[in-house]
């Protein structure tokens, strides 16, 4: 199997355009309302499901209708859920987006279940035989900053699994705990305010610098419409956005992660994997929710000038 996605699992009720709450029992009517499977690691599976890698998604979700609904999104578009755990004392998490008219995102957000997600709910072997493991928001599951998960991910590392790590939140006191998986982690891609939370530096090439050497052998800091930087012992290269009309850019964090593991199981160099996630980016910040208008590796290659692949 491929790619094993690790973390945080949020089912996303979108609806666009909202500019404001109506007051008192007022009704809005908006033109689009979806639900998708969101978060650093659900959002990500579903994004790298479409670009043609096997994935298996683990974490913790509710007992709860709508971890039954996230189950079946996410199986929809074939992602291997069997590595979900349900937990009956806890809600599936869940965030309520009105997207603005221009894009903007506020959210209101339930954590619920995904604080639960422990070491136990990893099955033993599964790091070990995946080429990739993606550790999609361990500020927020923080229950694996925990030395049994430590050594997990040490034994799938001396077995050839590359480690792939993105954040969710943009809470510091969270955002400080996912230090401690630095030195296990072969990419790190997290956005700017994240990288600077984390490192206490504004400059994004500081920032990116001060991360490196604390373990990765890359570490990309994306940076919204402006683009991201990547930051190697090759030195740093900036990957612009491409241009788009944005409709909603939530998740594109998300994709751009897909896009970059789907270049590392293809072989690719780090710079061309910034690539492919600048482009599958690209593609969802002009739908509605975190999947919008992905399809295929092809779409995403067609929009580089690449040829698709074999
Ligand atoms: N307005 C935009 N136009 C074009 N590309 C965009 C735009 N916004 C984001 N992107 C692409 O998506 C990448 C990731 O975006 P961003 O830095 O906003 O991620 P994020 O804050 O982690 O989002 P997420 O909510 O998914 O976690 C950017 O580096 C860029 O390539
Ligand atoms: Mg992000």
């Not at 034994?155 to 401690?180: E, F, H, K, N, Q």
């Not at 992905?294 to 290659?301: F, H, I, N, R």
């Amino acid at each position: 199997m491929a790619v094993v996605t690790l973390g945080a699992h949020i089912v996303d009720v979108l609806a666009r355009p909202v500019t404001e709450i109506p007051p008192g029992q007022d009704t809005v009517v908006v033109e689009r309302i979806r639900v998708t499977a969101a978060g650093a690691a659900a959002g990500t599976a579903v994004a790298l499901a479409k670009l043609g890698n096997e994935v298996v998604s683990v974490g913790a979700i509710g007992d709860d209708e709508l971890g039954d609904l996230l189950v079946a999104v996410m199986s929809r578009h074939g992602v291997d859920v069997s590595g979900l755990v349900r937990r009956t004392a806890d809600q599936t998490a869940a965030s309520i987006l009105p997207i603005r008219p221009d894009g903007g995102r506020p959210s209101f957000h339930a954590p619920g279940a995904n604080l639960t997600l422990s070491p136990g709910a990893v099955e033993p072997g599964l790091l070990t035989a995946a080429d990739v493991v993606h550790l999609g928001g361990p500020d927020v599951t923080f229950g694996l900053n925990d030395p049994a998960f430590f050594a997990m991910l040490s034994a799938a590392r001396d077995a050839g699994t590359v480690i792939t790590m993105d954040l969710l939140s943009g809470m510091p006191d969270l955002i400080l705990g996912a230090r401690a998986f630095l030195p296990l982690v072969d990419y790190f891609l997290p956005n700017l305010e994240q990288a600077q939370a984390m490192t206490g530096e504004t400059d994004a090439e500081q920032a990116a610098y001060s991360l490196l050497v604390q373990g990765p052998k890359a570490v990309v800091v994306t940076m919204g419409a402006e683009g991201s930087l990547l930051v190697d012992a090759g030195g740093t290269r900036r990957i612009p956005a491409l241009e788009v009309e944005v409709v909603d850019t939530t998740g594109c964090g998300d994709a751009y992660c897909a896009g970059f593991i789907t270049g590392l199981v293809h072989g690719k160099e780090a710079l061309e994997c910034a690539r492919w996630g600048a482009a599958t980016a690209s593609i969802v910040a002009q739908g509605l929710g975190s999947d919008a208008g992905l399809t295929d590796l092809g779409a995403v290659l067609a929009l580089l000038g690449e040829p698709e692949e074999k």
